[in-house]
């Protein structure tokens, strides 16, 4: 089982960027499908973002295509989710996550199988 630990969020103004870290031991990422999900209070949690496969192949949600970017460096074991023109409907807690690639491919949380902790994110108006 891959352990995950996120870094990075906190308080910015509508606008701003921020980049969210996480750090992954135990397993190589490059065996895995590396996810970014969000859950905002009283909201489900909500896909933003994957990153995986030998071509680092991303996917996006509907929210935050455009705006938000996922990399990877394989050599240190870490995901990346550079977040751009937040908004305030962006505050939420995020969380990394991890898949053993398979296929079908899947955004789906309840596919994912570690998970992180999460960072806390807030975007002010």
């Known amino acids: 089982q891959v352990q995950l630990v996120e870094s990075g969020g906190g308080l910015v103004q509508a606008g701003g960027s921020l980049r969210l870290v996480c750090v992954a031991s135990g397993r190589s990422i490059s065996n895995y499908d590396m996810g970014w999900f969000r859950q905002a209070p009283g909201k489900e949690r909500e896909f933003v973002a994957s990153?995986?496969?030998?071509?680092?192949?991303?996917r996006y949600g509907d929210s935050v295509k455009g705006r938000f970017r996922a990399s990877r460096y394989i050599a240190e074991n870490t995901v990346y989710l550079r977040m751009n023109s937040l908004k305030p409907e962006d505050t939420a807690d995020y969380y990394c996550?991890?898949?053993?690639?398979?296929?079908?491919?899947?955004?789906?949380?309840?596919?994912?199988?570690?998970w992180g902790q999460g960072t806390q994110v807030t975007v002010s108006s």
């Open positions: 990153i995986g496969g030998p071509e680092a192949s991303t």
């Open positions: 996550a991890a898949r053993l690639i398979r296929l079908p491919p899947s955004t789906a949380w309840d596919d994912f199988d570690s």
